[in-house]
């Protein structure tokens, strides 16, 4: 299964030229443009299963690095900024990572 299962193809193509340059991405923008931001708890909670790489439970900086590539994976990988961007607004808790609730959070917001 892939992200792009459960997405309009256009509405990735549209949403990944929003943030082709390094420094572009924008990760509450990035979901409402490719669709993310509508979809519902159990597809939110099957996309974040394929972004935890490793299975712990987790999204960490590591896997956030190739998050544009899980939804083509052409895709440039994001910056350490980026990254560190999308850690710091979603880390309620502090602990570096994202968590399902979390990421939730950070993408229907």
Not at 18 to 38: D, I, Q, R, V, W
Not at 45 to 62: T, V
Not at 94 to 103: A, K, P, V, Y
């Amino acid at each position: 299964m892939k992200i792009s299962d459960f997405l309009a193809a256009a509405d990735v193509v549209a949403a990944l030229a929003e943030c082709t340059a390094p420094g572009t991405f924008h990760l509450k923008k990035f979901s409402k443009t490719s669709g993310l931001a509508k979809k519902s708890a159990d597809e939110i909670k099957k996309i974040f299963a394929i972004l935890d790489n490793d299975k712990s439970g987790f999204i960490e900086k590591g896997e956030l690095r190739s998050f544009l590539q899980y939804f083509c994976p052409e895709a440039r990988v994001l910056s350490d900024t980026e990254m560190n961007s999308f850690v710091s607004a979603g880390d309620v808790d502090g602990d570096g990572r994202i968590s399902f609730t979390e990421f939730q959070g950070l993408i229907t917001a």
